[in-house]
């Protein structure tokens, strides 16, 4: 009995509060009205203020209809055929990229959006090694932001001409996709995020798209190929849900148009046919609708940032690692070849 009273009369020891928890001050613990939730106010302000950069790259054969997607999927006219009313495509010796930037402003936010074409991908007889101006371009943006990131003296903002997307355009075959579509997924995939498209899928029945989407992602699997969003990058369970959701629509097959037809009383952006009107953003005739909302509402922020954490990081490592082992700084910019270090002479400010 002693003993018990004894027991009972000593203090009990209390466990060691958690850290995280007695850090954690939540509003109730607050004495009035702090503000921290102002902070959002101030960043979106800001941001605002500042306007936003965001350069995507169009991949493809001539005629499956690049340029007119990303008229649609901007609704303006930002590809390069409509900035030149005298354009005419001729057939492209080589792979010659051209850019186009333009500032696109919606309810106060302002966006400088760069496309970058590809003209002369996949067109001639002999596609050997066509990706190569694709990889250099890609990986010059890289050097020209790395160059101004080791300045001695920064600018305030440093110009963002990095790819932040790569949309590949698929040919509606129907059947497997080629090897060239294969070599330029699996060597572009490293360097930045590729998003593929099944083009002008108007052309397959739906049943026909759907087999056709089943073996490109077979493809995809069997080769070792990943395309964004990769599970990897998904940070917690929210994005991993909706990422999954992404994945099994990808390939997303996609119908671009500039012209609005009449619809029940209504204008809307469509491909007329003898049966009907192929609404462009209405989700049971193609998948445009779920394209623009990867690009532009849900991930936007996200393949920005996926570009500077992943792609642009692993560029910069490699590139100083190469730098610091031949002791030549980083006057000679790293072109990526066929997956190996080329050097190329080239003068440099630094």
Known sequence: MREA????????????PDPKTE???????????VGIESVLDQMRRKAVKTGFEFNI???????????????????????????????????SKTVNLQSVSHVIEEKGVKMKLTVIDTPGFGDQINNLNCWEPIMK?????????????????????????????????????????RPLDLEFMKRLGKVV?????????????????????????????????????????????????????IREKIPFAVVGTDKEHQVNGKNVLGRKTK?????????AHCEFANLRDLLIRSHL?????????????????????????????????????????????SESNL
Request: charged fraction near 30%; charge should be neutral.
């Open 275 to 283: 049966w009907g009107v192929i609404e462009v953003e209405n989700v």
């Open 193 to 245: 995020s590729v998003v593929p498209v099944i083009a002008k899928s108007d052309t397959l029945t739906l049943d026909e798209r759907q087999r056709f989407k089943e073996r490109i992602r077979q493809d995809l699997w069997t080769n070792g190929i990943k395309v964004y969003p990769q599970k990897e990058y998904d940070e917690d369970t929210e994005d991993r849900i909706l990422n999954d959701k």
């Open 57 to 91: 790259m169009v991949v493809g054969q001539s005629g499956l209809g690049k340029s007119t997607l990303v008229n649609t999927l901007f609704k303006s006219k930002v590809s390069r055929k409509s900035c030149s009313p005298s354009f005419e495509e001729g057939i």
């Open 137 to 177: 371009y890609i990986n010059e943006q890289y050097e020209k932001y790395l160059k101004e990131e080791i300045n001695i003296n920064r600018k305030r903002k440093i110009p963002d001409t990095r790819v932040h997307c790569c949309i590949y355009f698929v040919p509606p075959t129907g059947h497997c996709l």
């Open 301 to 345: 922020q996200d393949l920005k940032d996926v570009t500077h954490n992943i792609h642009y990081e692993t560029y910069r490592v490699r590139r100083l690692n190469e730098s610091n082992l031949n002791g030549i700084g980083l006057s000679t910019p790293l072109a990526s070849v066929n997956g190996t270090a080329v050097r190329k002479e």
């Open 23 to 33: 850090a954690t001050v939540t509003g109730l613990d607050l004495f009035g009205y």
């Open 5 to 16: 009273e004894k027991s009972m009369a000593e203090p009990q020891s209390k466990p060691d």
